[in-house]
Every structure is written in C-alpha cells, then in structure tokens.
C-alpha cells in the first residue's frame, strides 16, 4: 500500500475504535497527514464507503493533485455543514449516525454551525486525541525530511557564527537566521525565531527586540524551518567575547552536562518522564532546581509541537520513529538564560541525533 492509503486505513480504524459511523477531520495538521492535501483550509470526512476532503474553490485544485484517495468536493455557497449533510445522505448513511469529531481542536462557532446544519439526530462523539496519534511515530520519508531540515538549521547556525559580531541587535540575528534557512531551501519557519541576549536570555520565548549585542553577553538562538511541510527545532546558546562573571560558564557547563545525560537515556522503552527527571535532577543538584520550568522536550513532525512530550507530566514509553527534543535551560530573570536543543529520532537501540552543531561553549 502507498503511504496514503496506508494513512486512510488507520484514519478508518478510528471508527472501530471510537464506535462511530463516521470520521470528520477539521484539524489542518491532521488533514495534511492523512490525505496529503496541505492547504490548512477544509475538513475531511471519512467513513467506510468513502474519503471526501472537504474544502472551497480556493484550494480544490491542489487538493485534487495532493489527496490521491480522497474525492474532493467543493463547498461553493453550501458551506461544510450542509455539504456533510448531503454527502451523508446521498451515501446512504442514516441521520442518527454517530460523527466523531476533533474536540481538542474545533472551535465553538464551527461546532454550533455543523450541529445546526446537519441533523438534530446526529450523534456527536469526541476523538480525543485519536488523530494526533495517528502522527505519532514517524516513517523513513518523514524522518528524512525532518533531517534535512534541521539540517538547514545547522547550516544557519554555521553562517551566523560567521557575521555574529558585538554591535548587532537582537532582530538583525534572527532576520539573518530567516534568511539564511530560507535560502538553503526551507519553505518556511516553523515558529518565531528566538535571539534573546544579555538580560533578555533569561526568557525562555523572548521576542528579538533592537538590544544590541555587548560583550559579556549570552545570546540564546532558538531557530527552526519547515522542510517539505515537516518542522526542524534547535537552540544554541553563544557567548559574545568574554564573560562577565564565572556562573556564567558554570550554568553553561551545567545545561550541557544536563543535556547530553538525558540524550544518553533516549531509547525504546525508556519512559518521557523519566528522561525528563535526569536533566532536571542534574540542574537541581547544581542548585537551579527553580531555574527550569519548561518540559525537557516536546515531539515534532507536521507541527513544531507534538505529543509526546519529555516532561514529567507525560508518561509514555519511547518507540523507535518518535522524533523529539531535547532541550533543558537555566533561566536567571534579570540576569541571563542558557538553553541547549538537539532533535533525535529514537531509533532500534537509543537515539539518531539529527542536529550536528557544536555544543560546547562558543565564543563571538
Ligand atoms: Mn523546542
């Protein structure tokens, strides 16, 4: 079977295993995932007799090219909900069948709209998360894509270390971050990119503002790009000449020892909570138990984050084809912030690390 047709069949195991007539799809990454059409405006309605993506005269071209098992139907003025009515309908499929729907991801307005449009016996069902984890594991195509483009992010971090220069301001970094993954053939970002310096490294998602770089200063680069639609993350943390006082170098050694300890652990079967506690343990022994609030790691794949996650709040067990950061920081609020951030695929017996830039300390 072809990779959409395999995708479709275990979309339609959702309806055996949620006990539905019918699977409506209304989440783009989903979409995107399980019938190739990427264009993040429409729906995707499946049951046993048929695959209908769902969308407006916009996209239906593209649609028709990118969702090989899927007929494409265009909304024109109908709308989706009375759309799905007569598909329904016209397919025989009785007015009191049960529809599984994205509750995690459909708005309220969507939900009102679908249930006023289409029949009053409808029985509503929520998925949960049965569609995200379809994403779950990634295939060898995937994962060669998400290789190459955090690749790309290598390949940037290489050539900002070229201009990178005291005098700079934080945008100028990042713009000259954007630039250079674009032009190494990402299609786009997959999130704001971060350059947070001096004081403002101690923000974990701090927005690029006009500071300029000064010696002494951390500067925390936190970049990625899409690559054929899948999304790449990393974070390097560099040094702007000489350091201003000696913890710097000692919370820097400290995320980096944290960082690699948890990488080591990666493997099948080892647990995402249990990873997490390694790094953490690690910081908190060194005495910045208070300085690191996020997970350890989050999954990425069509979306920048994905489940599951490396946190103590998650507990699952790793498979090989989960491709996931790794990314602890120490944040100082007013002083500084260090973060290191790799993305692996677990593999067959522990870990492929698919970034390949330096970690130890760099100085500018
Ligand atoms: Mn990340």
Not at 6 to 27: C, F, G, P
Not at 110 to 127: F, G
Not at 264 to 283: F, Q
């Amino acid at each position: 079977m072809g990779t959409y047709e395999t995708r479709l069949a275990r979309a339609r195991d959702i309806l055996n295993e949620k006990s539905i007539d019918v699977l409506l799809l209304t989440d783009g990454y989903n979409i995107h995932y399980v019938t190739g059409y990427a264009g993040h405006e429409g729906m995707a309605l499946i049951f046993n007799d048929q695959a209908v993506v769902l969308t407006d005269s916009r996209y239906t071209e593209a649609a028709a090219k990118e969702a090989p098992c899927f007929t494409v139907v265009d909304i024109k003025s109908e709308g989706y909900g009375k759309t799905i009515r007569r598909i329904l309908a016209e397919a025989g499929v009785r007015e009191d069948a049960s529809i599984g729907f994205e509750d995690r991801q459909i708005s309220y307005r969507q939900m009102k709209r679908l249930s006023e449009d289409l029949s009053e016996r409808t029985v509503w069902v929520e998925i949960g998360d049965a569609a995200e984890y379809l994403r779950y594991l990634k295939d060898p195509e995937e994962i060669e894509c998400l290789a190459r483009a955090e690749a790309i992010g290598d390949e940037a971090f290489a050539h900002i270390l070229t201009v990178l220069k005291p005098g700079m301001t934080e945008r100028e970094v990042a713009l000259a971050l954007e630039v250079s993954m674009r032009e190494r053939g990402a299609s786009g970002l997959s999130f704001d990119t971060i350059a947070a310096s001096g004081e403002n490294s101690s923000m974990p998602h701090a927005v690029p503002t006009d500071r300029v770089l000064s010696e002494g200063d951390f500067l925390t680069m936190d970049f990625g790009c899409i690559y054929r639609g899948y999304c790449s993350d990393m974070t390097r943390t560099v040094l702007i000449g000489k350091e201003r006082e000696a913890e710097q170098i000692r919370v820097y050694e400290t995320v980096l020892r944290a960082q690699k300890a948890a990488l080591t652990a990666i493997r099948p079967g080892a647990m995402t909570h249990e990873v997490d506690k390694i790094a953490r343990d690690i910081i908190a022994d060194a005495g910045y138990g208070d300085c690191f609030g996020h997970g350890l790691g989050h999954s990425v794949g069509l979306f920048i984050h994905e489940e599951p996650r490396l946190s103590p709040k998650c507990e699952k067990e790793l498979e090989p084809g989960i491709v996931i950061t790794c990314e602890p920081g120490i944040y100082l609020p007013g002083r500084f912030g260090v973060r290191i951030e790799d993305m692996v695929v677990v593999t067959e017996d522990g870990y492929r690390n698919l970034a390949g830039s330096p970690k130890e300390l760099i100085r500018v």
